[in-house]
């Protein structure tokens, strides 16, 4: 269940399809997200569409609890960045478009391989938290990066997002790219975290 905090950001929509915008000057913004299963986790998928500015770092999805702010965090901008149990790694951006961009990123805690593709195409592998599970407990949210020892949100994510999906499960690449994005994300249904719509 997706919830917006303090505004409803909820009803402006992109012109062909639902999206939550972020507007740059009210930095308040973010969306509430009530997972369907714990998030607890050992390996995940995370796809969205978004039209975001190519600068600083931007929160896309932040889930923290009471022991750490950065349990599980993506950020876009000037790259894409993903915290993982306070743990931080990178992918350089190349693309400066400033259309809708699809993006997904995929853990797996056995390996601790982590990859990212952009509108399909795979950047290189890196490795971050081998061995790790996430804590369960925490809060989800979209648009801001949470600091619960203060309980404010900072980092916020300016600009439109849409069709975010969260899966306890690395999905295969095919499955990743946009052409048959719609199509898969129907699959895996008992990983399913967060659905677009739901």
């Not at 750490?68 to 992918?91: C, P, Q």
């Not at 390996?111 to 061995?131: E, R």
Request: charged share 10%; net charge positive; proline share 3%.
């Amino acid at each position: 269940m997706l919830t917006a905090g303090f505004l409803l950001i909820s009803g402006i929509k992109s012109s062909t399809f639902p999206a939550f915008y972020f507007p740059v000057e009210n930095i308040e913004s973010f969306v509430n997200v009530h997972p369907l299963h714990d998030m607890s986790l050992q390996a995940f998928t995370l796809c969205f569409w978004a039209k975001a500015q190519h600068a600083g770092s931007q929160t896309v999805l932040s889930y923290s609890t009471q022991e750490r702010d950065n349990e599980l965090v993506m950020t876009v901008g000037a790259d894409v960045g993903l915290w993982i149990g306070g743990h931080f790694i990178s992918f350089p951006l190349y693309h400066k478009a400033q259309g809708w961009l699809h993006y997904c990123m995929a853990w797996a805690s056995q390996s601790g391989m982590t990859n990212f593709w952009l509108n399909g195409a795979a950047g290189k592998a890196k490795s971050i938290q081998k061995g790790y599970v996430s804590q369960a407990g925490g809060t989800l949210v979209l648009g801001k990066a949470r600091d619960t020892l203060l309980g404010t949100f900072s980092n916020g994510f300016t600009g439109w997002m849409t069709h975010v999906n969260l899966w306890s499960q690395v999905l295969s690449p095919l499955s990743v790219t946009p052409a048959f994005f719609f199509f898969f994300k129907k699959a895996a249904e008992e990983s399913k975290l967060l659905v677009w719509g739901n």
